[in-house]
Nanobody
Framework: QVQLVESGGGLVQAGGSLRLSCAVS????????MGWYRQAPGKQRELVAT???????NYADSVKGRFTISRDNAKNTVYLQMNSLKPEDTAVYYC??????????????WGQGTQVTVSS
């Protein structure tokens, strides 16, 4: 069994900051790409940022320069530091990880989601 547990969401005023965390536990041999996605009401889920096991990052244009993704491989945890938040960043944020388990099966897993609300 593999679990992704997110934390750090909440309510913040525009211009403020939040830090999301996502800890992975369970039968893990290796974690490949990790990432954050978000889904606003009435919209499709969209990529926010991803980070490869070696540290290469990728960001949506809408968050470049404001958000920073990082990971701690020793802790199997990925973070998303969100600065200069805007009301349009309001969404449920989901963690995603591609995991290779003990028998070398590779599968993508999702967290349960954490709400981020930015007030104007």
């Amino acid at each position: 069994q593999v679990q992704l547990v997110e934390s750090g969401g909440g309510l913040v005023q525009a211009g403020g900051s939040l830090r999301l965390s996502c800890a992975v536990s369970g039968s893990i041999r290796r974690i490949n790409d990790m990432g954050w996605y978000r889904q606003a009401p009435g919209k499709q889920r969209e990529l926010v940022a991803t980070i490869a096991n070696g540290g290469i990052t990728n960001y949506a244009d809408s968050v470049k320069g404001r958000f920073t993704i990082s990971r701690d491989n020793a802790k199997n945890t990925v973070y998303l530091q969100m600065n200069s938040l805007k009301p349009e960043d309001t969404a449920v944020y989901y963690c995603n990880a591609e995991i290779v388990n003990r028998v070398y099966n590779r599968q993508s897993y999702w967290g349960q989601g954490t709400q981020v609300t930015v007030s104007s």
